[in-house]
């Protein structure tokens, strides 16, 4: 089991940062990969990033490509997304996700454990 926890969700202004944080326990957490999903009212969940075991490889949706940055701490169980030049379409429930291969994944059924999410608000 992997336990996983969210944080650093908020309200901010369009054009503003929020660096969210995901903190992991359980089995080993650098062989997981990582994936970052979010689900806005009325909307299907959405791949937001993913992240391979080692932190080297990264994959981004096309909606978020060149704003948010993934990233992980293997020492730390932590895995982050800096989330840069924020839009109100950015607004949505924010969840982390742990694969149990090391691979990338944007496909969120391909993933194992999932965090309770965080709020994400951009007002305009």
């Known amino acids: 089991q992997v336990q996983l926890v969210e944080s650093g969700g908020g309200l901010v202004q369009a054009g503003g940062s929020l660096r969210l944080s995901c903190a992991a326990s359980?089995?080993?957490?650098?062989?997981?990969?990582m994936g970052w999903f979010r689900q806005a009212p009325g909307k299907e969940r959405e791949f937001v990033a993913t992240?391979?075991?080692?932190?080297?490889?990264?994959y981004y949706g096309d909606s978020v490509k060149g704003r948010f940055t993934i990233s992980r701490d293997n020492a730390k169980n932590m895995v982050y997304l800096q989330m840069n030049a924020l839009k109100p379409e950015d607004t949505a429930v924010y969840y982390c996700a742990a694969r149990g291969t090391g691979s990338r994944s944007t496909t969120d059924r391909s993933y194992d454990y999932w965090g309770q999410g965080t709020q994400v608000t951009v007002s305009s």
């Open positions: 359980g089995r080993t957490f650098s062989n997981y990969a």
């Open positions: 992240i391979n075991w080692s932190g080297g490889r990264t």
